[in-house]
T-cell receptor, first 109, second 116 residues
Framework: GQNIDQPTEMTATEGAIVQINCTYQ??????LFWYQQHAGEAPTFLSY??LDGLEEKGRFSSFLSRSKGYSYLLLKELQMKDSASYLC??????????WGAGTKLIIKP | ETGVTQTPRHLVMGMTNKKSLKCEQH?????MYWYKQSAKKPLELMFV???????ENNSVPSRFSPECPNSSHLFLHLHTLQPEDSALYLC???????????????FGAGSRLTVL
């Protein structure tokens, strides 16, 4: 079957750096997405990786290794507003999105 | 208005009630989706519409009935639901349903459904 694994919850300190990992086993690969979802709000798009390597976008970076079935989302200079759930999703060979259960990130002062 | 708008934001219903969830997108997208989000579980795709035609139905119970009258509006009609149907129902839209490129989903804030 197809599967996306990511930690259920992580805690980090304001101003620090945190890395949220995502591993996947899917039928084919056509891109990996990260979304951010604040409590009670809509998930919003953060990043899209289709080739190996690091994509940087301000304080957020996303890394992909297709050979390892692995991605991570790196958040730098953490702010309290970064407290949210982070959803990893992979698009398989049929262009279906396979979702992880999300990682709840708690930022402490 | 811009983006994807869902109403109502909160809904409480009994198992014998009939209600509907509404979604509207102002992005000119061609595809619209219903997802179910339960605590600590992955998003579950329920229905996909492309250009007002249903292209996917992921074995969803018949007590959930979608309707897409035009490319901007999507409804989810609910009847004789069960307590386990309590969840957040998210609507999303995208430019298309497949193909190359990111084809990013834009989500609404969801309708929180509680079935008593």
């Amino acid at each position: 079957g197809q599967n996306i694994d990511q930690p259920t919850e992580m805690t980090a300190t304001e101003g620090a750096i945190v890395q949220i990992n995502c591993t996947y086993q899917t039928s084919g690969f056509n891109g990996l997405f990260w979304y951010q979802q604040h409590a009670g709000e809509a998930p919003t798009f953060l990043s899209y990786n289709v080739l190996d390597g690091l994509e940087e976008k301000g304080r957020f970076s996303s890394f992909l290794s297709r050979s390892k079935g692995y991605s991570y989302l790196l958040l730098k200079e953490l702010q309290m507003k970064d407290s949210a759930s982070y959803l990893c999703a992979v698009r398989d060979s049929n262009y279906q999105l396979i979702w992880g259960a999300g990682t709840k990130l708690i930022i402490k002062p | 208005e811009t983006g994807v708008t869902q109403t109502p934001r909160h809904l409480v219903m009994g198992m014998t009630n009939k209600k509907s969830l509404k979604c509207e997108q102002h992005l000119g997208h061609n595809a619209m989706y219903w997802y179910k989000q339960s605590a600590k579980k992955p998003l579950e795709l329920m229905f996909v519409y492309s250009l007002e035609e249903r292209v996917e139905n992921n074995s969803v119970p018949s007590r959930f009935s979608p309707e897409c009258p035009n490319s901007s509006h999507l409804f989810l009609h609910l009847h004789t639901l069960q307590p386990e149907d309590s969840a957040l129902y998210l609507c999303a839209s995208s430019q298309e349903t497949s193909g190359s490129g990111a084809n990013v989903l834009t989500f609404g804030a969801g309708s929180r459904l509680t079935v008593l």
